[in-house]
């Protein structure tokens, strides 16, 4: 994958970039739910789970790199992802017309539009989607009532079974996934806006997001419990990095 050309000019904007007035004021009314996670853990599955139900609607996120060809079978515009050139993406930033946007190992540059979210609200449905740790702070700041969620495997053994169950993996792939779960992890015990799933089931784990987006809290011994799960994904990661 080739490195952005225009990557000067998004890494000017991005670490100080702010939705438009009339953006935020849009926001202010819409429903919005996010995951976060490992690699690995469900989360497609379970957003698949969740926006086959009438309340929610997947938001398709806006991206400057190319359609991948997956299972022989080209990427859609719209589906998948918004396929964006970066003069396009670069116009809608300088126009506040994100919510957040990241520049990903210099390659891409992805985003959650302004756009998608009102698509979302004017069907009357809470608006879904996946996030890396990054946009989360971004979020926040113009989005204090979103329900983020962590979603957690249910421990390191099963994780890494699900893992190393989607197929050959280059194992300096597998380290790097590793080490963005330990940032993930990391957030999961430092802040303090997370609700926590752990995923055992992905049936269930959908109908507990489904409650947590209506009432937007999980109470104190699910979230200690989750925390403790945590500080051990941790610490079976770091054994396992550690040995290659």
Known sequence: ????????????????????????????????????????????????????????QFIVTD?????????????????????????????GLKAGKYLEAEIIHSQQVSGISIRELVRAHEHGKIAITDIDIGGVESVIKYKKDATIIMLLPPSFDEWLRRLMGRGEMP????????????????????KDYFSYVINVNSLISAKEIDRL??????????SKIAKELIKQLILDTKEYLSKK
């Open 1 to 56: 994958m080739n490195n952005l050309e225009l990557i000067n000019d998004f890494e000017k904007i991005i670490p100080n970039y702010v939705p438009s007035k009339e953006s935020i004021e849009l926001l202010e009314n819409i429903k919005l739910a996010l995951l976060i996670a490992p690699s690995s853990t469900g989360r497609n599955t379970i957003i698949n789970e969740l926006v086959k139900e009438d309340s929610f």
């Open 171 to 190: 194992e300096i792939e597998i380290i790097r996934r590793l080490n963005t779960a330990l940032k993930i992890f990391k957030a999961g015990l430092e």
């Open 213 to 222: 987006s209506s009432v937007n809290h999980l109470d104190s011994t699910d």
């Open 63 to 91: 991206t400057t790199r190319l359609p991948r060809i997956n299972n022989g079978i080209e990427e859609t515009d719209g589906i998948e992802y918004w396929f964006k050139t970066e003069e396009e993406f670069l116009s």
